[in-house]
């Protein structure tokens, strides 16, 4: 369940649990060497202990769609590349299907301004926690 509305979400699957514990991306590495599910706030892109829905996440960074669309269509970017991510993963890590395949990922440097979706306006690949890059429906 989301930890500020109470209503349930999918925040990633457990299969994905097993491979992060035998082998970490390398950026987590140190942040995380041999935690389970309870420790999930150590795991990259987690500003805090908290696993919340897209839509909590969304209102949570103060995004909200200028025509009044739900808050759980906001997209947001990889945390560790510039692609739209496709995946939410230990309830607080936004992923692009790459990423999300790859158990060594590591952050990418950005694509540039002509080839990020968020035109190179964003913390670094690999810090900062989720990006928001607008809503989906829009």
Known sequence: LCEECDQPYFGGER??????REAPPASAAAAAPEQGPAEAAARPGAPDSRR?????????AGE?????????????????CCSVASWFCWGNTHMCDSCHDNLR??????????????????????????????????
């Open 52 to 60: 919340v829905c897209p839509g909590c996440l969304a209102l949570r």
């Open 64 to 80: 909200k769609c200028p025509n009044g669309h739900d808050p759980s269509l906001i997209e947001w970017k990889c945390f560790y």
């Open 15 to 20: 299969r994905c649990e097993v491979p992060f």
């Open 105 to 138: 990922r590591a952050p990418r440097p950005c694509a540039g301004v002509a080839n990020c979706p968020a035109r190179g306006k964003h913390p670094a690949n690999g810090t900062g926690g989720a990006f928001c890059l607008g809503c989906s429906m829009c």
